[in-house]
């Protein structure tokens, strides 16, 4: 039972590098998101996403770009990586059917830009 | 400006007492409210929940408590373990958290065996 999966785990770029991370979940839920943590930030929203082809912004979206072409796939791109996107990425997934509202979170991605 | 506000950095707690983890939230428009815990490397997982028409809710050992009027809640853990120890986000939405889900800076959770 896989859940919510995220790959790269670690990853290094330069500044001004493009790279794309990947999150797929098995859960067929329709919602998904990436949150980015950083500390003493809690956890803030970056994209999220109510079902394929439908994303909207959340309070971080500067700098990052998602599509949902499938129910199982998210990705969140970063077209010109810059310091300040260091940092750890997750993704998760929810369910209206779950009836608690809770989000299903992959490991995270760490990203560091230098 | 944090909607969801958890003023506790850390907190220690002796095995077998309780743990209370505060959380405050300014945004009169969440109606509903969820803890997760964190251990490190690993992914937030989802604790339990609340809606605001209620003011309590439980499970096992963790009870979650809201005061709509105070714009607070908190999660009381009885009683605490060492395998509790993790950190503690606070998170609000509105609507049954699909969506948008704001969350609090979390507070450091630490049981002394």
């Known amino acids: 039972n896989a859940g919510v999966t995220q790959t790269p785990k670690f990853q290094v770029l330069k500044t001004g590098q493009s790279m794309t991370l990947q999150c797929a979940q098995d859960?067929?839920?329709?919602?998904m998101s990436w949150y980015r943590q950083d500390p003493g930030m809690g956890l803030r929203l970056i994209h999220y996403?109510?079902?394929?082809?439908?994303?909207d912004q959340g309070e971080v979206p500067n700098g990052y770009n998602v599509s949902r072409s499938t129910t199982e796939d998210f990705p969140l791109r970063l077209l010109s990586a810059a310091p300040s996107q260091t940092s750890v990425y997750f993704c998760?997934?929810?369910?209206?059917?779950?009836?608690?509202?809770?989000?299903?979170f992959g490991e995270g991605s760490r990203l560091t830009v230098l | 400006d944090q909607q969801v506000k958890q003023n506790s950095p850390s907190l220690s707690v002796q095995e077998g007492r309780i743990s209370i983890l505060n959380c405050d939230y300014t945004?009169?428009?969440?109606?509903?409210f969820l803890w997760y815990k964190k251990y490190p490397a690993e992914g937030p997982t989802f604790l339990i929940s609340?809606?605001?028409?209620?003011d309590k809710n439980e499970d096992g050992r963790f009870t979650v408590f809201l005061n709509k009027s105070a714009k607070h809640l908190s999660l009381h853990i009885v009683p605490s373990q060492p395998g509790d120890s993790a950190v503690y986000f606070c998170?609000?939405?509105?609507?049954?958290?699909?969506?948008?889900?704001?969350f609090g800076i979390g507070t450091k959770l630490q049981v002394i065996p």
């Open positions: 996403s109510v079902g394929a082809g439908i994303t």
């Open positions: 609340i809606s605001s028409i209620k």
């Open positions: 998760a997934s929810s369910t209206r059917d779950s009836g608690t509202g809770e989000l299903f």
């Open positions: 859960m067929n839920h329709e919602y």
């Open positions: 998170a609000a939405s509105k609507g049954e958290g699909y969506q948008k889900v704001t």
């Open positions: 945004n009169s428009m969440f109606d509903y």
